[in-house]
């Protein structure tokens, strides 16, 4: 295999993992097919395929190529023009009828929406009624999912002044795994706790945070190799979590997260 067949994405590194757990005899057939989201059918012939071919028989057989319904260039710079012109403002299906009905620009909604995102061009939001969430379920397996968040606190007292304690959590058992006290909450505390649990744990399958721009860029500026690559650089400590394979939950709201709570 060469080395441009290594570069993954991480969907697919996911999907190695939980085979290769099935196929060591660490997970059933029907939990890895669980994890995945397919059936216990397809589950044995991911399982056929890596025996077979290796990592190699899981990859994409697309890889490499371009995709047959991809939208030339001049129609993506059109759309573009017209959002920021005279359909500015239109929400994603309304300017998926007009390009259709007076442009004659016949793109699925989807479509519309990825081109405007791409450019920068934000969504417009609905005002409507607050939606309720459900509590979130914790995972069954211990491992599974491990949630991590810093917290500012006098830990050692006021007269010392304020601290962060970053600290991780096992999700389904809600044990304490690891915890480090710097000044303030940072990229490297956060990859100091990431090396104490791949040594004393190994690498969980998705890591529960909030969304603070030390795991996830938050800024509207593309620099013209993002642009070409179609997504922004990540940030130290997520470019981390993809080359790991681990999965990146965001939380929506602290509340849903929790960690915080459980370590105060």
Not at 23 to 45: C, D, P
Not at 65 to 84: D, F
Not at 87 to 102: A, C, M, P, R, V
């Amino acid at each position: 295999m060469s080395e441009w067949e290594l570069r993954v994405s991480h969907r697919e590194i996911h999907r190695i993992h939980v085979v290769r757990l099935t196929m060591e005899g660490r997970e059933t057939v029907g939990r890895g097919a669980t994890l995945l989201g397919i059936s216990s059918r397809q589950m044995k012939r991911l399982r056929r395929k890596m025996k077979e071919r290796g990592v190699e028989g899981l990859l994409h057989g697309s890889r490499g190529k371009a995709p047959w319904n991809k939208t030339v260039s001049e129609k993506l710079k059109q759309v573009v023009e017209l959002a920021r012109g005279r359909y500015q403002g239109f929400n994603d299906t309304h300017l998926t009828e007009k390009l259709k009905e007076k442009e004659k620009i016949a793109l699925s909604r989807p479509t519309v929406r990825t081109i405007l995102r791409q450019a920068g061009i934000a969504a417009v939001r609905k005002r409507g009624v607050k939606r309720h969430y459900k509590r979130r379920e914790r995972r069954a397996q211990e491992g599974a999912l491990l949630l991590w968040d810093g917290s500012p606190h006098h830990w050692f007292g006021k007269e010392t002044g304020q601290c962060n304690l970053t600290a991780v959590i096992d999700d389904a058992t809600g044990a304490f795994l690891h915890g480090v006290f710097t000044l303030e909450e940072d990229a490297q505390s956060y990859l100091l706790c990431l090396r104490e649990i791949l040594l004393e744990k190994g690498i969980p399958l998705g890591l529960y945070m909030d969304r603070h721009g030390i795991f996830r860029r938050n800024d509207d500026h593309w620099s013209l190799q993002e642009q070409l690559a179609g997504e922004q650089t990540p940030t130290q400590v997520g470019q981390a979590l993809r080359e790991l394979g681990i999965e990146a939950i965001f939380a929506l709201s602290p509340q849903a997260k929790g960690t915080r709570r459980a370590i105060v």
